[in-house]
């Protein structure tokens, strides 16, 4: 790891950080806090916002204005992230410096005017907790050092000690919350249990997902004991980031739809409806969205989850879902290469969706995170016209 110390603060190593007062470990007791130590609120209690429209329509009101965020709004396209960016060769060690965090998390916020933070992490920094070593190479990837290839290791797999080894993640989420102040609230997240599972097996990304599945269908009491695992880490992850202060978990499930609607609703629908259960059963004020990426055929399972809100990928005609189900809050779903279109043909673009969308609580967004080369002027348009009534 490179020695930033003195560049914004300090990086944390990700092993074995644990931030003063803190207890041990949340998987086997509750933590000792009990206030937010960003808003000296109750610790996961709701904090009032000046701009609280993905609260409101995450919660079925009408929101002032409607609000919308980008799925990796904090990334690539922005030249403040590149900047930040390029003091880490190693992408986990940008993850693991807090106050470098809390700056990239805020950027999308000041740069383009979207109505949430999004904390920046990843999905897989759950990995190495879980004895899993991840790095993320740059034309590849993420890629495990050593994926779960044997029964025996996925049945001693541990739960890892959350608050010594994800602590860097609590820090980022203060800081972030400090930053934000009561402008916007903020997104926290965790990978949905199959798209995790998918990178501990595989190894990386992967075309067909065919080793996750082959354990799915072939030992499906392996995999169920995986899945198990990780969902019940996966809530103690979320549970602590809604502690240390996130307003919004986001569980990102994207390749949930490489399975058959009888493989989900069998094998994961269970897993990660127990997550949300879990979340909303301490936590009822918290939205949870759930989003999947290429799973148009899985909807209506991901209409029974609990999820407040449904995040639909680009592959979804946005009327056809919202008059299929009448009563569920959506999210999402312009096709993320329309922001290569004109700023004007942009703006038609949401026009459309407004019309599609008319009187209902809605969270626009796009169908799958913002790709790195589009022109922040373009994301810019995309909110603008979000916004404009
Ligand atoms: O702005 C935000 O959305 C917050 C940050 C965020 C990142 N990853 C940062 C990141 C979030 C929410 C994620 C989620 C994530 N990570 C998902 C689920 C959402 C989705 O996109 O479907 C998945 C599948 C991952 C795993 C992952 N992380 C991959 C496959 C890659 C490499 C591909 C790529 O885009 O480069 C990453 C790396 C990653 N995570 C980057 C960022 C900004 C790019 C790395 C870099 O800046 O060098």
Redesign the pocket.
């Known amino acids: 790891m490179v020695g930033l110390r003195g560049l914004a603060g300090v990086t944390y190593p990700g092993r074995h950080y644990r931030p003063a007062g803190s207890a041990p470990s949340i998987c086997s007791k509750l933590p000792n806090m009990s206030e937010s130590k960003a808003t000296g609120a109750p610790a996961g209690a709701a904090q009032k916002f000046r701009n609280s429209s993905l609260l409101d329509a995450a919660q079925g009101r009408m929101p002032a204005r409607p609000p919308v965020w ?7 396209y922005l030249a403040d ?1 590149r900047r930040v ?1 390029s003091l880490f060769p190693n ?1 986990l060690d ?1 993850c693991r410096s807090p106050e470098h965090v809390a700056e990239v ?1 805020v950027q ?1 916020v000041d740069q383009i005017g979207v109505d949430a933070a ?7 920094v759950l990995l190495p907790p879980m004895g899993l070593s991840v790095e ?1 190479q ?1 034309k590849k ?2 890629v495990v050092a050593n994926p779960l290839r044997d029964d025996a290791v996925i049945a001693a797999l541990p739960d890892g000690d959350l608050n010594s080894e994800l602590g860097y993640v609590f820090e980022g989420i203060r800081l972030s919350k400090k930053a934000l102040g009561d402008r916007v609230p903020l997104i926290g ?1 965790a ?1 949905g249990p199959f ?1 995790v599972a998918s ?1 501990m097996v595989e190894g990386g ?1 992967s075309k067909e997902l065919a080793r996750l599945k082959a354990l799915m269908f072939s030992r499906p009491e392996v995999f169920t004991v995986l899945i198990g695992k990780l969902a019940s880490v996966t809530s103690a992850y979320l549970r602590e980031q809604v502690r240390h202060g996130a307003d919004v978990i ?1 569980i ?1 499930d ?2 949930a739809g490489y399975l058959g609607p009888e493989a989900y609703r069998a094998l994961v629908f269970p897993h990660t409806r127990k997550i949300i259960a879990t979340l909303k059963a301490e936590f009822p004020h918290v939205p949870v969205v759930h ?1 999947a ?1 290429g799973a148009p055929h899985l909807l209506p399972h991901f209409t029974e989850l609990g999820a407040d809100v449904v995040g639909l990928d680009w592959r979804v005609n946005l009327g056809d879902a919202l008059r299929a189900y009448p009563n569920q809050i959506f999210q999402g779903n312009l096709d993320p290469c329309a922001l290569y279109a004109s700023p004007q043909q942009i703006a038609a673009k949401v026009k459309a969706m407004k019309a599609e969308v008319g009187g209902r609580a809605h969270v626009y967004n796009l169908g ?2 913002i790709l ?1 080369d589009i022109s922040p002027d373009h994301a810019r348009a995309f909110v603008d016209s979000v916004h404009e009534s």
């Open positions: 980008i799925m990796r709004q904090a990334g690539r992230y960016r992408f940008f998390t999308p999004i904390l920046f992490s990843d999905i897989l993320f740059e990837g993420p997240f990978g798209t990178y990304s986001t990102m994207s390749w989003y990426n799958h995170g790195p």
